[in-house]
DNA sequence: CAAATTACGGACATTTTTGTCCTTAATTAT
DNA sequence: ATAATTAAGGACAAAAATGTCCGTAATTTG
């Protein structure tokens, strides 16, 4: 559904809200290894969340890394999505029409229509903190083996 | 959500469905023209429905072209998904973990574990027929703008 | 049979995405 | 200060997706 960058940056970012503070932070290899991301490539990806929108933040040297701060840590999942620009696909038309709306709808519109909200809604409703905290608790899991 | 090549492909054979029949053949122009496609690149994905899956069916020389039968009308739209090889997107992990499951769930596992099945219904009940339908009626449209 | 029409198939080109590598800058510890 | 560590940033490389072009094959019409 997403661009792998968008995968390995929602797992990154849930995988930093659960393991780090700013006492603790990770560094790149702990990060890609554990969600089984390719180290160099994460680095840009997480460049790219530290700067613009901001939704990390970072500090070189020893014991520097990669951290959240507990006030990203309530944004919704959805603003991991808009840092990456991948936003756009959840509001497009299933179909790729650019006109297709509520008065010319695309033949799946009213379907779509039923289905897409829900999606948007749990992007926005789930929070960065709610989903590592799941993991916290061992309810779920981040974690990934390389393909 | 899904590649450009398979929003074409959609596109192209609810358009087919609609305007064409074995007396009645579609060109390729006349095709990409109507779902603002590029004429090339639609014969691509046109070629790759017409052999494998064998969604459409075509014949060449003077009044030539693409129709369906009506045999094909009926087959689901997912059908064109799996012609396509992107039935996948339907299946992945929203964040792209290869282990994701009910026993050892992402932390959006069971939000979007409500959500997946609707998306995948949505394609396996609607036949193409059936969208072809709702054009030729004029409740929705298929024709698009280039860009 | 010849010409016109249309899809087919291969090669090529461009752009985007994914991924690597290497140097630099910042920070910390000795 | 020096060395070690870590992210930042730029250049580059590979793969995939998107898109174009052109000659060929099949079919129909005259």
Sequence with gaps: ????????????????????????KLGLKEIAKAIGSPQPFTAKILQQLTSGKRIISSTRGPNGGF?????????????????MGEDVILKKCVLGLNLCSETRPCPLHHQYKLIKPRLIKMFETK?????????????SYITNKKS
Tied chains: 1, 2.
């Design 1 to 24: 559904m997403f661009l792998k960058a968008t995968e390995y940056a929602l797992r990154a970012v849930i995988f930093i809200a659960q393991k780090s503070s700013v006492e603790k």
């Design 67 to 83: 951290y959240i701060s507990e006030r990203s840590k309530m944004l919704p999942v959805y603003a991991i999505l808009q840092a």
């Design 127 to 139: 929070t960065i903190k709610s989903l590592a905290d799941e993991i916290q608790s061992g309810n």
